[in-house]
């Protein structure tokens, strides 16, 4: 079976470095790529992440470097695992150095990141078409995943979504293990419409856990908001079937549930009086369902599709609407077949 040996890792928050930690123990060989030239220098140096993976040990095998060229010198494949509103400017600093594969062809990019750009309404792949070399293969790797869980070898499942099914049976040889299991799916779209809505439904139910509300409350919301992430996906030409899988249901099952996810706290903060501002401004690492969010208020609107929740959500983080009369305009919508 084909796979590829050697892999840059382009991000090294708690996401890269459990993902270069995953490579590892599949046998790969991997150079990360950090933002910040003092977290490449405790990776390669003392074999940790303090800053954004802390108390776990990495395999010293994993170099890092702050220098993208570096990064992606002699990559076979290379994982985009930045913040979603980073993924765009790095992965254009990245294509002046994009590696080349058999034939002289791009080598592919598998897109690692859940967020929808703020300024175009995009999804990663297509900003990802944007700035990486024509003709750059991609896929997507998404689902219930907590880095930090990844990190230490506890059992995962995950969605690797690519429309090339040879390429996608490559990555999945490449990263996959005991445990670490991906899924394979030809649908790129679906797999991302579910890692970025997710995470907007988890401040949801953080703040229904937060406000009091309750465990039923928390159950129709991820009931309705699947239907919201299915919507969506369907509009941008993905299937409702993904939405089911690992990348939709899985992970929102996972960050809607769990004091672990970034998304969830803060919505649990939020909903006990606390502003998304106040929580962001205490927070190094990245809670992207608060940009996606606003993506997804506009992106919604141009489309038409029907996303209450998500919108609700936007209107509370970034609109300072009032929780308690935001809840209510949720609950007194008009009543409506389930399927719809
Ligand atoms: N942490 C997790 O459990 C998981 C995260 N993800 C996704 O992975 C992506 C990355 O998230 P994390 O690794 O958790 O990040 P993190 O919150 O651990 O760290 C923030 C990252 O942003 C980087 N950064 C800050 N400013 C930057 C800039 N101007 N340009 C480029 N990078 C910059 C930092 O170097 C750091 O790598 C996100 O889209 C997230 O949703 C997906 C699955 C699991
Ligand atoms: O995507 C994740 C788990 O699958 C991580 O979720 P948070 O960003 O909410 O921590």
Redesign the pocket.
């Known amino acids: 079976m084909q796979y590829f040996t050697r892999l840059a890792v382009i ?8 993902l270069a930690q995953t490579a590892r123990r599949a046998g790969r060989q991997v150079c990360l790529w ?3 030239p003092e ?1 490449a220098r405790a990776i390669t140096e003392d074999h940790a ?1 303090p ?3 802390p108390d776990v040990a990495l395999d010293p095998g994993i170099t890092a470097t702050a220098d993208l060229a570096q990064a992606l010198a002699g990559a076979e494949a290379v994982l985009l ?4 509103q ?2 765009a ?2 992965g254009a600093q990245a294509a002046a150095h994009w590696p080349l594969g058999r034939g002289g062809r791009p080598v592919p990019a598998v897109i ?4 929808i750009a703020l300024d175009s309404g995009r999804l ?1 792949s297509q900003e990802a078409a944007r700035v990486l070399p024509a003709g750059t293969p991609l896929a997507a ?3 219930p ?6 990190a230490r070898g506890l059992p995962t499942a995950v969605t690797l979504a690519c429309a090339d099914a040879e390429l996608g049976a490559a990555l999945v040889e490449t990263l996959g293990g005991p445990s670490f299991r991906p899924y394979l799916s030809d649908d790129l779209i679906g797999a991302e419409v579910g ?1 970025a809505v997710k ?1 907007v439904l988890a401040i949801a139910c953080g703040i229904v856990e937060g406000r009091g509300l309750g465990d039923n409350a928390r159950a129709a919301l991820i009931t309705r908001g699947l239907a919201e992430i299915t919507r969506l996906a369907v509009a941008l030409g993905g299937q409702p079937g993904t939405v089911m899988g690992l990348c939709g249901l899985g ?1 929102l099952m996972l960050t809607a549930s769990s004091l ?3 998304n969830y706290s803060l919505g649990v903060a939020v909903g006990q009086g606390h502003s998304a501002a106040q929580v962001m401004a205490g ?6 369902g608060v940009s996606t969010a606003q993506a997804l208020a506009g992106l919604a609107e141009t489309l038409g599709v029907e996303m209450p929740i998500c919108q609700a959500v936007n209107a509370i983080v970034h609109q300072d609407a009032d929780l308690d009369d935001t809840i209510s305009g949720l609950l007194n919508r008009p009543f409506k077949m389930e399927g719809n």
């Open positions: 991000g090294a928050g708690a996401w890269g470095s459990a950090a933002h910040e977290t992440n800053d954004y993976l695992v930045t913040p979603a980073h993924l400017t790095v690692c990141a859940k967020g990663m790797l998404s689902g995943t907590f880095a930090a869980e990844v890692g995470n992970d672990q996810s970034r927070r190094r690492a990245v809670t992207e």
